[in-house]
């Protein structure tokens, strides 16, 4: 039998100027595979027709009179099933605003073509659209407990800034003033400290160094060397990283809970 074809996702365009929205939505016209679902010019309009469009990404002007695009994102954050949301803005100096704000992407005006397919299609990847298949419920307790980490980190890169799936960090490395964070791609510089990102990720990360936070679940073993000191091999690549005696007792902790977790004890 043939499979029948998938339906388009649909995009809400939120920008208080007619002709940004005429832009946004004549280039996502132009991209198969998705729809406009409507045009909204405030963020209090785009709270009403989000509620009734159900859509599964929201384009989202950052600056505009009344409630700003920052203010409606993070309105948008609180809903049970929240549509994705990328921004659009010609000022630079908001992004890491808007990232706070659990937005997972950012395009600078005038909005290029290329630019906004990448980042519609990487918002569509990043888990279940909203109205498409079944939402994801939101990662923010609905009981008002703190706030769940992210499911990114914000790396700067020469056209901007890129999402970084926090499911895909081997482990941080602080060296200074700056923090890199090495990832299945690569490395990056982030903006972010050692300690906010210690206590943010608390649960899948553990601090082995001064300098590394490393994911429980990519240790491969603690191996004692020659000097009675200790080091780590990471799994798949095999890198070996540092540890200090400080951090060893809670080392050895989190990786005997991670192996009874594992194998069911």
Not at 15 to 29: C, F, N, S, Y
């Amino acid at each position: 039998m043939n499979q029948p074809a998938p339906l388009p996702l649909s995009v809400l365009i939120v920008d208080d100027e007619p002709p940004a929205r005429e832009r946004l939505q004549r280039l996502i016209g132009e991209l198969p595979g998705w729809t406009v679902a409507g045009c909204c010019a405030s963020g209090a309009e785009a709270l009403e027709e989000i509620d009734r469009t159900r859509p599964a990404i929201v384009l989202l002007d950052v600056r505009m009179p009344g409630m700003t695009g920052i203010e409606t994102a993070q309105r948008l954050a609180a809903l049970p099933r929240p549509p994705a949301v990328v921004f659009t803005t010609a000022y630079d100096e908001y992004a890491l605003d808007a990232f706070d704000s659990e937005a997972v992407g950012y395009l600078l005006k005038p909005v290029r073509r290329e630019r906004l397919l990448a980042a519609l299609q990487h918002a569509a990847r990043l888990g279940p659209p909203l109205g498409q298949s079944g939402g994801a419920p939101a990662e923010a307790s609905e009981t008002g407990g703190a706030a769940a980490p992210r499911r990114h980190v914000t790396v700067r890169v020469r056209e901007g800034f890129r999402l970084i799936p926090t499911k895909d960090v081997h482990y941080f490395r602080a060296d200074h003033k700056y923090v890199t964070v090495r990832h299945r791609g690569g490395e990056e510089l982030i903006d972010d400290t050692l300690r906010s990102l210690e206590q943010e990720f608390a649960e899948d990360f553990v601090r082995v160094h001064r300098a590394y936070l490393v994911r429980v679940d990519d240790i491969e073993a603690l191996e004692r060397i020659d000097d009675g000191a200790y080091s780590l091999r990471l799994r798949p690549s095999g890198e070996t990283l540092p540890v200090s005696r400080r951090q060893l007792t809670e080392l050895k902790r989190r990786l005997g809970a991670a192996h009874a977790g594992r194998h069911g004890m």
